[in-house]
């Protein structure tokens, strides 16, 4: 079933990571209400949790007092899918001073690769200072035309 009104999610939530799980509930359900496949779910997942788990862990440095704050809203600009926006209230940075995963000396490292997956996950997405303060991701995916179905 595709939703036929505007989707629109607003949450706000303590910077605890037992919240990515019904996070994940959550966005599922947007996914679904969107007309997102099961691959562009798991997709949009993986860029959700990561995206809070980097606001928490990145961001906010762990202060349960710092919140973190999650939007999903149905977009459609000629091709119907679903945009999120995560910020947080941490201190921000420069997001072209993040190092390049794929460069030799970061491919063993353990961490570093969470903005360069969700820019793949995704398509569209944007690091950007948020007005309010701290950082805030911008991602969209998009439905995905379906092929007819063969005779």
């Not at 926006?85 to 460069?103: C, H, K, M, S």
């Not at 911008?138 to 179905?149: L, N, S």
């Amino acid at each position: 079933m595709v939703h036929t009104h505007p989707l629109s999610i607003r949450l706000e939530i303590s910077s605890a990571f037992d919240m990515l799980d019904m996070l994940q509930a959550i966005s599922d359900h947007a996914c679904r209400l969107v007309g997102l496949d099961e691959d562009s779910m798991h997709w949009v997942s993986m860029a959700v949790r990561e995206s809070v788990a980097n606001a928490i862990k990145h961001g906010n440095q762990n202060d349960a007092t710092k919140r973190v704050f999650i939007a999903f809203d149905s977009v459609d600009h000629g091709q119907a899918g679903l945009a999120i926006r995560v910020r947080d209230e941490g201190a921000g940075f420069d997001p072209e001073t993040v190092a390049d995963p794929l460069a030799p000396e970061n491919l063993l490292k353990g961490s570093g690769r969470g903005i360069f997956l969700i820019r793949s996950f995704m398509d569209e997405m944007v690091l950007q200072r948020a007005p309010e303060g701290g950082m805030e991701m911008r991602m969209v995916k998009r439905v995905q035309a379906t092929a007819p179905d063969a005779p």
